[in-house]
């Protein structure tokens, strides 16, 4: 998203509110209002300071992996967003969106890992290591990732993983833009996580004193074998770059569907991409697998003449192997704790 669109000018007054409500929770943390609570196991927050999608996900699923085979025993905590109950859960590949959050459900079908998710992702940890003690597993490395964690201030973590990108660097705090904390939170961070391709980035960070690791990352995306123009729908975030992704890949997009971020799909909402993909002549339709994963048994609405298709997104970290022994090491360094 750019910073073009993603202003809001006309809100601009607003912002010394939305100022003062992070001041009050600052203070509410310092006074220990909000007590951070520890779990045993070491945690690895994967977060971003704008609203809406920058990659943690993907990029908490590629960790996850790594984890593994370095011989770590990885599970993954989460809020599990717009999901029915409040009770915490260990999520079912096989679940809903409506149970578990699609994130959640993403993770787990393509981690392989435990994922757990609770309104306070304490609680989420706590039934992990209840599930880690329970099958003897007290004695091996466990890691926790935290999927967009660097706001969720009540839970202690060890390292800090914060996704920053160009259209961050220049937006303005919310409502007027879309930063949910101010650029200095940044320094909160033991890593920033850039875009390979954004490297003046890079440059900028370190003229502005930051000191620690930062990661190059390569988005890539997996698009199936499909003859013909597509009609392309989603629900995330920032839909722009979806679109652009395929289209990168030499796709032709015949249509172009645009709904809210983790948007509850309905039967109308789907006979509107029909409707747009016959209109524009589409031979298929593709989604992200986020938006798959909410739409549950609404998909069997499309059929064998116009099927539904989804793309998958990947990231990579640069350097790979020296990031992982980066991180590998403040894991080692991390007490054992009992949970408090």
């Known amino acids: 998203m750019s910073q073009a669109s993603s202003a809001r000018p006309i809100l601009l007054p607003l912002v010394p509110l939305y100022r003062l409500a992070m001041a009050l929770r600052e203070l509410r943390l310092r006074w220990g209002l909000e007590p951070v609570r520890r779990l045993r196991y070491p945690v690895v927050s994967i977060g971003n300071l704008s609203a809406g999608g920058a990659g943690k996900t993907p990029l908490t699923i590629a960790l996850a992996k ?28 096989d679940g809903t969106a409506a149970e ?11 981690a392989g890992v435990p994922v757990y998710v609770a309104p306070q992702r304490y609680d989420a940890g706590l039934l992990a290591e209840a599930d880690v003690l329970a099958q003897g597993m007290s004695d091996v490395h466990s890691v926790h990732l935290l999927d967009d964690g660097f706001q969720h201030h009540q839970l202690g973590r060890d390292v800090d993983i914060l ?18 904390e101010p650029l200095r939170a940044l320094h909160r961070a033991n890593v920033i996580a850039i875009p390979a391709t954004e490297s003046e980035l890079e440059t900028e960070l370190r003229a502005r004193g930051w000191q620690g690791p930062i990661w190059r990352l390569h988005r890539g ?112 360094h991390a007490p054992m704790r009992l949970p408090v």
């Open 66 to 93: 790594l984890l593994i085979g370095k011989g770590f025993h990885v599970d993954a905590l989460s809020r599990g967003y717009g999901r029915q109950s409040r009770l915490p859960a260990r999520v079912r590949p």
């Open 100 to 110: 578990f959050g699609d994130e959640p459900l993403l993770i787990a079908r393509q």
């Open 221 to 332: 995306i997996d698009v199936p074998a499909v003859d013909g123009p597509i009609a392309a729908f989603c629900g995330i975030a920032r839909s722009g770059q979806f679109f652009q992704g395929l289209e990168s890949t030499g796709l032709r997009l015949a249509a172009r569907i645009a709904f809210p971020d983790h948007h509850p799909y309905t039967s109308a909402d789907l006979e509107r991409v029909l409707s747009a993909a016959r209109r524009a002549g589409a031979t298929s339709i593709l989604t992200t697998e986020k938006d798959s994963a909410r739409l549950g048994n609404l998909a069997s609405v499309f059929s064998e003449s116009l099927p539904l298709l989804t793309a998958g997104l990947r990231i990579e970290i640069e350097e790979e192997s020296a990031a992982i022994d980066w991180l590998i090491v403040h894991l080692d």
């Open 163 to 180: 996704l920053l990108n160009l259209s961050d660097w220049r937006d303005r705090l919310l409502p007027a833009g879309n930063l949910r």
